[in-house]
């Protein structure tokens, strides 16, 4: 039986997790809370709903991600873990 | 002379002609020959069914044109019994297949239903039609019973009216619907993961879908196969209405070009255009009416096969007029859910209106443009979407004419009676526009 | 050294109940403004939502002070059941009564936002409705119990707090009005434009085949006919 000291076992895809915003469009009633807190992010259309960026969140945004999931009054902003191969 | 059949491409409506009960058991029988069922859930008949028919390659005739084998061996993968919901809803209002085949040949329905529901081992069939549609719920329920009386059925047959909307057809709604009577799609993020009806998984299928199961289950893969195209094969149910002398439904096989079809119909000589898959679906300019109508060759050509729906627009038609007209039905029919459908698909609507009447200002075809790239793919469901390719479409195939409107002429159509049929009286807009607008505003 | 004296908890019990109760007011005009949705580059919708939060938050610490010191206080009897059971106190119930019924329903609000992501949001909409109810039913309390409503300085402060209140419901009121209109415009499905009339466009008669025409099933004629509009 062979020792490992650690890492990726050869021959296997090291994989990251990564965090990224969706919008549930039945729940978002337009309050912009989410465009507010993440503009780098999220922007609203012309009738104040979000149009979100889904791609991976930048480690340096997580924090104001998490808030801006948090504070949504209708819990319609999602942060949720998609797999992507390393 | 014998009675008229259909030419050598039928299938599902092969059959007698003129005598009033075309529709029941015995000239169903006589018609297309014995099925027999299994006596009981037998593993091998059912794994050699769902071998048959993905082998088949039977796409979905509901719109979606997904693989019936897969949809089949998923459903059949999961551990509660399943319930199989027969989809006759007929949302588009430019569609009557599914009329027409209810009405003319119900029992290859029911045959394909409890076909399906066997190899997924569902016990329940839940078939749902439209509720102001008495015809077709009368022909199906006089169809069910008369198996009835032949004896005990394993399955339980039911027949649901929900509304008549135009979301109500789509599968998520419909579920949405058996479930607690309320017709809203729901965002689904993981589509492989099922519909439920209570705690057990949904099989959705269109009712052609099943018909064509029905033959497959009889006749094999390869026979079925003998028509059609490699990715799609067999034959389909096509509405022609608009500038055709014999509307109606066909029974045509796939990759027939589109032209061909309409000629049946007997078509005008000059068309402006030809709406393809419905109100959800897209335009096709007359340079292109050779194409196949198959999915892929649509595609190939940037419109879309949908549900099998071909409208012809007569040269001296004006299309931009047309698509105004069903942009406002269809911002009308949306569930009201989801901002960007019920506040963008009314802006597009007016738009598009003012550009056919001449008042726009110069940028509102840029403004439509940049509205359906902000409507297209930000609902729970795929009706903006429709929206959106039809507009894109319309935009493209009537160029010319759009920006004769944008600079204030009238194209050559203006003014011409429209075509297109919508249903007659306001939408109603039973909680579903109004609550959400209503929602953002509290 | 401090002593605490009963003069001590009396003026204590006074006071904190005057600063929640203005604390109250700042939470209810809060939360008026952000439920419409008129946010600001420097006054954001979520800053004002969590300010409301924090004064509320801060209501209610007061709010528990002004109840401990109310019990505790041996110059008049209250109780510890008058605390959550309306109108259980000896000492003029009515009045006290309404200041219990004020703390069940702020602890109600500030509970069910504690469980926001357990409830579901209905739920928690439905609660937080009951706050609105908190504010008159608080300052009803405070100018019924008469322990300081006969001052100028209460009145001008009550005055001010009420001012305030009805204020920034008016406000919302004609918000939700403006909004609800334009709502109704994008409801409503009137064309601004005539579009030309309809043709009485043919309805599929039934079957066709190649070229014969439409093929007579008659069945399907029938019901087909039977449908029409």
Known sequence: MSTRTGGTPPGATRQRVALRLRVDPVACDAYGFCAELLPERITLDEWGYPIVDGTPVDPSLLALATRAAAECPRRAILLEQVRTAG | ????????????????????????????????????????????????????????????????????????????????????????????????KDRVLLAYAPHLVLDGAEVAATVVGAREIAICVADHNDATAFSIEAAIAERGHLGGSRFT????????????????????????????????????????????????????????????????????????????????????????????VLEVELGTPVIDILDRAGADAALSGVLVGGYGGSWLGPSHVATPFAPAALAAVGSTHGVGILIALPAGSCGIAETARIVRYMAGQSAGQCGPCVFGLPAIAEDLEQLWSGRADSSVIDRIRSRSDAVDGRGACRHPDGVVRLVRSALSVFGDDARAHAEGHPCTGHGAPTVLTLPSGPPAVRGGTATKAQRRAS | MLAITSTTIWYTMRATGIVALVLLTGTMVLGLLTAGRTASPTWPGFARADLHKRVSLLAMVFLALHVLTAVLDTYVHVGWAAIIVPFASPYRPLWTGLGTVGVDLMVAVAVSSALRQRISARTWRGIHWLAYGSWPVAMAHSLGMGTDASAVWMDTLAGLCTAAVVGALVWRISDHRRSRDRAALVGATTRATPLPPTTRAAQPVGIVTSGVGPRSSSTATRLLEKERP
Request: aromatic share 4%; charged share 20%.
């Open chain 2, 1 to 96: 002379m014998t009675a008229m059949t259909l030419d050598a491409t039928g299938r599902l409506l092969a059959g007698p002609a003129g005598n009033g009960s075309s529709s029941d058991l015995a000239t169903h029988l006589a018609t297309h020959g014995p099925l027999t069922l299994p006596g009981r859930d037998h593993g091998q008949w059912r794994m050699g069914m769902l071998r048959a028919v993905t082998d088949s390659g039977l796409l979905g005739r509901g719109g979606g044109g997904f693989p019936s084998g897969a949809k089949w061996d998923a459903v059949q993968r999961t551990s509660r019994r399943p319930i199989l919901v027969v989809n006759a809803m007929e949302g588009e209002p430019a569609s009557a």
């Open chain 2, 157 to 248: 047959t039911t027949v649901h009216r929900p509304p008549d909307r135009y979301v109500s057809g789509e599968e998520s709604a419909l579920v949405s619907w058996l479930n607690d009577r309320l017709a809203l799609p729901v965002l689904r993020v993981d589509k492989s993961v099922p519909l439920q009806v209570g705690r057990r998984p949904a099989m959705v299928h269109n009712a052609e879908t099943l018909a064509q199961v029905a033959l497959i289950a009889r006749h094999g893969p390869a026979w079925f196969r003998r028509q059609g195209t490699q990715e799609a094969p067999g034959s389909t149910l096509v509405t022609v209405t608009g500038a055709v002398r014999y509307p109606g």
